[in-house]
């Protein structure tokens, strides 16, 4: 494959296939979203009893969606699984068909020569787009290799603390932190986060990233 738009055209049919395996998975989730207890009673007795009637009405729907979010949870590494396989694919096209490209200041002293090809793209949380597919392709592909390596390591860094919530009360967003244990592969986090939801939004970037 001489040229950027051939490898999109010729793995155009296996990342849309990813696509609609992943919507599958996270249509699992859609069951459980809805059930929300609203009140104008303040805490105490009152609230109690109204609460209670509320569950005792909505008990089918309630039930439905606990089920929903146990079987979603027992599929969350099969969906990441196919996240990081698109991952993949964009990264690889980014190793090929890329160019070096001036590293922001913030990355200078961890971003290779050879890495630059993936300063690109619009930012997301200080981070430019291509370095958060090289990051998150690596974490997928070595979740179980102990500490991440940089730039992965600081590309995470600032996806888990520059999200602009809690003001001077900085935090760390669990989705992106490396060292969550409740996490292994964090794929559906990032293309979750990056709004990698559709092949639609996935080849527009793409074709940005790379200008075709």
Request: with cysteine.
């Amino acid at each position: 494959m001489q040229t950027i738009d051939e490898y999109l055209k010729r793995t155009e049919s296996a990342v849309q296939r990813l696509f609609d395996g992943i919507d599958d998975y996270i249509s699992i989730l859609r069951t459980a979203v809805g059930m929300t207890f609203v009140t104008s009673e303040p805490y105490g007795p009152e609230q109690d009893a109204e609460y209670a009637a509320w569950k005792a009405e909505n008990a089918k729907r309630l039930h439905a969606a606990r089920e929903a979010e146990q079987k979603y949870l027992a599929e969350t590494f099969a969906l990441d699984t196919l996240c990081g396989a698109v991952l993949q694919v964009a990264a690889k096209a980014i190793e090929i068909y890329g160019h070096s490209k001036p590293v922001p200041q913030v990355f200078e002293s961890i971003v290779k020569p050879k890495i630059s090809k993936f300063c690109i793209g619009r930012k997301v949380r200080t981070v430019p787009l291509g370095l958060i597919i090289y990051a998150a392709r690596n974490q997928h592909t070595h979740f179980n290799d102990g500490k991440l390596r940089e730039p992965s390591a600081s590309v995470f860094k600032r996806l888990a603390t520059e999200h602009g919530y809690g003001g001077e009360q900085q935090f760390s967003d669990p989705a992106f932190d490396v060292t969550n244990p409740r996490l292994m592969s964090l794929a559906s986090n990032v293309t979750g986060l990056i709004e990698w939801r559709s092949y639609e939004s996935y080849i527009a970037d793409m074709r940005a990233l790379l200008q075709t």
